[in-house]
Structures are given as C-alpha cells and as structure tokens.
C-alpha cells in the first residue's frame, strides 16, 4: 500500500469509529426527568423506564387495576415481568406519591 492509500484508510477509520460513538450516545433513552407514579402513570409514560415496554406496562397497570394502589415501591416487583434486576434499574425513577416526587 501506498502512504496516500494508508491516510486514506485511517481517515476513514477515524471517521467510522466517530459515526458509531455518536449513534451509541443517540441510541440511549433518557431517563426520565421526574419521577413515574407507578399509581397515576399512563402505558406510555411506564414505558419511558428502562426494560419496561407495552406489555409489563399494560401489566403494571392491570395489576394496580385488579389490586388498588401501590404501597411502596417494591410492590411493583409483584408485576410478572419485573423482578429484582428489572427494579434495580428503575426504584430511583419511579415512585408511589408526589411526595417523592422529584420537581
């Protein structure tokens, strides 16, 4: 190879590696800004946490439906779908009142 063939290939890494970091960094979902009411959330709004999508939300609210308002937090963990490695990544986004509520 050349040294303009050898330029050549490593500005196009360098930008290759560039375009990937950048679409990695847009690919993550906030989280979201306040925290959820688990209690008064919407299936959209349940959907903003992360690993939660259409189904454990409509299950979130199924079961807040069938079985009144959540107590505390960790009553969410009695939704099938959300176990303790699923709440660990949301008990800081989600709460059960306005009292916790982050403004």
């Known amino acids: 190879m050349t040294a ?4 050549g290939l490593a500005v196009g890494l360098a930008a290759a590696l560039l375009i990937l970091s950048v ?6 979902v906030n989280p979201p800004k306040a925290k959820i009411n688990i209690n008064s959330a919407t299936q959209a ?8 999508g259409p189904k454990v939300a409509q299950r979130v ?3 807040r439906n069938q079985n ?3 107590k505390k937090v960790e009553d969410i963990m009695k939704v099938k ?7 660990a990544q949301i008990k800081d986004l989600i709460t ?3 009292e916790n509520q982050v403004k």
Request: no cysteine.
């Open 23 to 28: 679409s990695g960094a847009w690919a993550q």
């Open 81 to 87: 779908g959300i176990g303790e490695k699923i709440f």
């Open 45 to 52: 709004e349940l959907e903003t946490l992360p690993r939660i």
């Open 61 to 63: 609210i199924d079961y």
């Open 4 to 7: 303009k063939t050898n330029k």
């Open 96 to 98: 059960v009142g306005p």
């Open 68 to 70: 009144g308002s959540f």
